[in-house]
């Protein structure tokens, strides 16, 4: 059924207002080095869909009597759509992307089984470790990861296993090994931050992000036998690292965000209220079809878009 909606030049301006708030947060996850797999389909299909009403909204705009009102909404229009083609300039890999999403749920489908199996299936785990070194292969090729809760990721699903069939001692002496190694990279990425320019600090907040994720893992993972003397001291190390990498992340972020603000020139439309009040007593009309405004999907993760409000007000206001 068709929902006929009162649509004013103001209405226009909000949606549009909020579209290039949204569109902007997707432009920083498609230029990001990495993108989940699961939020490139998301991106790309969402941009497909605000493309289809954007056309729907255009024709409306074409249709309004005051000239400056109307270049005014056309200039917005056009100041997204340059987003929207930015985003959808690699919508060829949706196809892709998606038989990397099915390699997923193949392999973590498998590892699950193991995992609730009482035998002890060595040739199905080999087999796969196998599948998941093409699987990740396959994931740097494209510029992806797998962007899922840590007890849903592949390589938790394999820590359990080991931890199920691995004697303790083995365990432990193969998790001591792993500490010592993250804690040389902790080091490792301290010493570069004061020193970093401001090209190599996104390059290095990804590895950091990688790392503490790794270390998450790791702790989940032994949290299982954590009442064990031996491991509960390896757990606590795990603790140790996870909150220095947290914190250089936090400082990383920090300086990101300070040159956004230092670099970024803002050219604000002059006396916007008057003007949004000048289009809002203009004109009215109405547009029969199931559009709706008030239909925005909010689950964007923004806690991670320390760069929305530069590119936003870039995009907004040029």
Not at 92 to 116: A, H, Q, R, T, V
Request: net charge neutral; charged share 30%.
């Amino acid at each position: 059924m068709n929902v006929i909606i009162s649509i004013t030049p103001r209405n226009i301006f909000n949606f549009l207002y909020s579209t290039t708030i949204e569109t902007s947060n997707m432009l920083y996850y498609m230029n990001r080095n990495l993108i989940g797999i699961f939020m490139f389909e998301k991106v790309i299909k969402k941009t497909l869909n605000l493309e289809k009403q954007l056309n729907v909204l255009m024709k409306e705009v074409e249709l309004l009597d005051n000239c400056e009102v109307k270049t005014f909404l056309i200039r917005r229009f056009s100041n997204i759509k340059k987003i929207i083609q930015t985003i959808l300039k690699d919508q060829d890999e949706l196809e892709s992307n998606s038989l990397l999403i099915n390699s997923y749920f193949s392999i973590k489908n498998k590892l699950i089984k193991i995992i609730d199996s009482n035998e002890k299936d060595e040739k199905t785990f080999l087999e796969c470790l196998n599948e998941q070194k093409v699987f990740e292969k396959d994931l740097f090729v494209m510029g992806r990861y797998v962007d899922v809760d840590i007890k849903e990721s592949l390589q938790y699903l394999k820590g359990i296993i080991y931890l199920k069939w691995e004697k303790l001692q083995h365990f432990v002496s193969k998790k001591q090994q792993l500490l010592e190694k993250f804690e040389l990279k902790v080091k490792e990425y301290f010493s570069k931050f004061p020193n970093n320019d401001r090209n190599n600090l996104f390059f290095l907040l990804e590895k950091l992000l990688k790392l503490k994720n790794d270390v998450e893992i790791e702790i989940l993972i032994i949290s299982n036998i954590v009442f064990f003397p031996e491991v509960e001291v390896i757990h606590k190390n795990f603790q140790q690292i996870f909150i220095k990498t947290d914190t250089l992340i936090k400082k990383v972020r920090k300086n990101i965000k300070n040159f956004t603000k230092n670099k970024m020139k803002i050219n604000e439309y002059e006396n916007l209220g008057t003007f949004e009040e000048q289009i809002n007593n203009i004109c009215t009309s109405s547009l029969e079809n199931n559009y709706d405004f008030e239909n925005k999907d909010s689950e964007m993760d923004n806690s991670q878009c320390f760069m929305e409000g530069a590119i936003f007000f870039y995009f907004w206001y040029v």
